[in-house]
């Protein structure tokens, strides 16, 4: 099963109860940046199952016939929040703030889907609060490090080299960044971020792939993601 | 000594010529095979419009001027200051240099994400030398410094290993006459015991400068990323992955070329000296 690193913990956690179900299907999990999940199974990587933190990237699949259109389901979606340095040394009380010169943010790539959703983030809060364009600059200039996965960005926050960074929702609540103060992204201002599964084409076990999908997609798996702070899927 | 050797039968130079050496060709052939087929998939795979668009690719060159100055400054280290820990670990083998020589391996089987987390527990702001360096406005993390530090230890110890094994096979009796002839112990050691071990200093010179080159773990993890500041070629190689395949290669072949070129360079410039 290819899933990206967002859906670590809960799959993880999952495990036990889908096997209770099916104890017959053993889960053996790859976790990374969605692109490069989409990149391994592109050059040849054998997996059943494939979930997805971007709809682009399962389109992509989709085209290169990864996937079949009519197998992709909507998994779940989440949101952003800026997650504060244990202590909130930089004081930062506002989303407002994190264009404050001086301060330290780890921040994800606009080419990872975490940084692109960053971007949007910022620039969608500037625009809607007559911000101007100096504020998402602003932000992006505190930035000391560009990392390539929300793993990145979680990590350097929790060891307090940084004072804050911009993660899913689902990594201050259950993930990396557990139990560190957050600020929300107004959601009006966030973009939507949608998990998306589906059976790969190539699946050794296809019967074992949708047995998964479905029961991930079922009341039993979605109580699960919700535990880890994900939010219901949205509807298209 | 030289007489056992050179009269035992069935070893002559002829008699061993040729056929054993098809024999040995045969068992090594798998190794070279196994070792040179990903650099081939790799320039196998590579597209020239790629290569045009990463030549183009401004962070490219940030990254390649980032990994050489990097690299050359940990190499810089590694002479200085490794040389003669390498000569003291050559020439203690007791007590506690018994257990100094055993704890610097010890960064060589640190997975290099771990050994980026030490480093930043050790000198982030929130480490405990870092602390005091950052109460001074001193920061060392997410700086060229970091990723200097993060490529000097992983890629040191090569350097003391090698260069240690070299100083002490050298003639213990060769130092000792130098030095009953009036040599002092720098003398013995610039006239003696380095040029008697030169090649494995240049064998872990080149060995050290190579592993800091591709050094990803431990400077992603101390250093961060950051285009110009932190991110050398394997960190813009891997970013490359998210972002586009035939780039990423292209770096890729760009790194191997880069590599082989100095790598090259460093050898022949040894061998004279040799």
Known sequence: MFAATSLTAPFEAGEAAFREVFPSLDLEFQFAGSQQLRAHLEEGAQADVFALADEVQMRAAVDSELVQSDRVRRLASNQLVVVLAEGNPAGIQTIVDLARPGLKLALADPSVPIGNYTAEFLNAYAEGNGLGAEFAQGVWSNAVSLEQNVGGVGTKVVSGEVDAGVVYRTDAISGVAAGLAYLDAPPEYSPPIVYVIARLRQAFNPSGADAFVQWILGEEGQAVLVEYGFLPPTDA | ?274
């Open chain 2, 1 to 274: 000594m030289r007489d056992s050797l050179g009269s035992k039968p069935g070893i002559s130079p002829k008699g061993r010529s040729l056929r054993s050496r098809w024999v040995l060709g045969l068992l090594a052939a798998p190794l070279i095979v196994f070792l040179l087929l990903p650099e081939a998939g790799l320039i196998a795979r590579l597209d020239s419009g790629a290569l045009t668009r990463a030549l183009a690719d401004d962070t490219l060159h940030k990254a390649v001027l980032l990994s050489l100055g990097t690299t050359f400054a940990t190499l810089t280290a590694a002479i200085v200051a490794g040389t003669p820990l390498s000569y003291a670990l050559a020439h203690n083998k007791s007590g506690v240099w018994r257990w100094i020589d055993l704890l610097v391996d010890l960064p060589t089987v640190l997975p290099p994400a771990v050994a980026g987390l030490g480093l930043l527990f050790a000198f982030g702001r929130r480490g405990f030398l870092g602390g005091a360096l950052s109460s001074w406005g001193i920061e060392i993390a997410f700086t060229p410094i970091a990723v200097v530090m993060a490529q000097s230890f992983v890629a040191i110890p090569y350097f003391l290993r090698t260069a240690a094994i070299g100083l002490a096979a050298v003639d213990p009796e060769l130092e000792l006459a130098a030095s009953l002839d009036g040599a002092s112990g720098r003398q013995v050691f610039w006239h003696i015991s380095l040029p008697l071990s030169w090649k494995a200093f240049a064998g872990g010179a080149a060995l050290c400068w190579a592993r800091a080159m591709g050094e990803f773990g431990a400077t992603i993890v101390f250093a961060g990323n950051f285009p110009g500041r932190t991110q050398t070629m394997p960190l813009a190689v891997y970013l490359g992955l998210e972002r586009d395949l035939d780039v990423a290669t292209a770096l890729g072949v760009l790194l191997l070329v880069l590599s082989f070129v100095i790598l090259f360079l460093l050898r022949s410039v040894l061998r004279e000296r040799a």
